[in-house]
């Protein structure tokens, strides 16, 4: 965890066209480099933070497009994502146990595409003017975060109905010290059907969500500037 960090903070100190450099080796753009968010061109409000991800499995045909520099990128990040991906896989049977689901309800295409992404927060001069990152709930299967010693993340904790619910998340800046993270993500496939899961719902606890296809939240995610195009896929999907 600790070289997993130094290396995600050289990275980051590099000058911008070496990130650039280092984040463009596939033609096919698996490993993406921006400022704010993927859609910078598109946001409303900009945000105070650079970041690289890219997807980690399979390792041997991912790793290849991944960052050469720092030297230690490809080993000491090849084997953290190795490690978090055994141990969500890990934290998703406990949580099916608990649930009172097959321990294998996740062993499937709804965890098959791990991602690293490494966020960087430069010091802000005017942090009351813009975040490191907006309020969201992460479109993951399971997060697991690598956090950094310089305090900014904030969790909305309550409100909850003690049942599992994605919770609400926000990145403030400071105007002193740099902050960097490392977010292990577990994305299903595209194609995935999510919805709830059949062994959990009766007559007496009836379904709230349809099914959907998992590139279609995604896509509806990205335009969802008034919560509008989410609620229609969520509410009225058929799929
Ligand atoms: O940097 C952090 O503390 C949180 C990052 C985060 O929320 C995300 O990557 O989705
Ligand atoms: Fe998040």
């Excluded at 965890?1 to 130094?6: A, K, Q, S």
């Excluded at 993406?32 to 105070?48: A, F, G, M, N, Q």
């Amino acid at each position: 965890m600790e070289e997993t960090m130094n290396v995600a903070e050289e990275f980051h100190a590099m000058p911008g066209s070496d990130k650039e450099r280092e984040c463009t080796k596939d033609p096919n753009g698996s490993c993406k480099l921006y400022t704010s968010s993927y859609v910078y061109p598109r946001e409303d409000i900009h945000l105070w933070r650079d970041a690289v991800m890219h997807p980690c499995r399979p390792l041997d045909q991912h790793i290849q497009f991944w960052p050469e520099k720092p030297t230690r990128y490809r080993e000491v990040v090849g084997a953290y994502s190795v490690e978090l991906r055994k141990l969500s896989c890990r934290i998703l049977e406990l949580i099916c146990e608990g649930l009172g689901l097959h321990i294998n309800y996740f062993s499937n295409d709804l965890s098959q595409v791990p991602k690293i992404m490494i966020n960087h927060y430069p010091p802000c001069p005017e942090p009351s003017l813009t975040l490191g990152l907006l309020k969201h709930r992460d479109p993951t299967i399971i997060t697991i975060l690598l956090p950094s010693h310089i305090n900014g993340l904030q969790v909305f904790k309550d409100g909850r109905n003690g049942k599992l619910n994605g919770a609400v998340h926000r990145v403030v800046t400071n105007s002193r010290d740099a902050r960097t993270t490392v977010s292990f993500f577990i994305y299903p496939c595209d194609e995935s059907l999510i919805g709830p899961a059949k062994g959990l719902v009766n007559a007496s606890n009836p379904a709230i969500y349809k099914a959907f296809k998992f590139a279609d939240f995604i896509k509806a995610s990205i335009l969802n500037h008034d919560g509008q195009a989410l609620k229609e896929l969520i509410y009225n999907s058929t799929a």
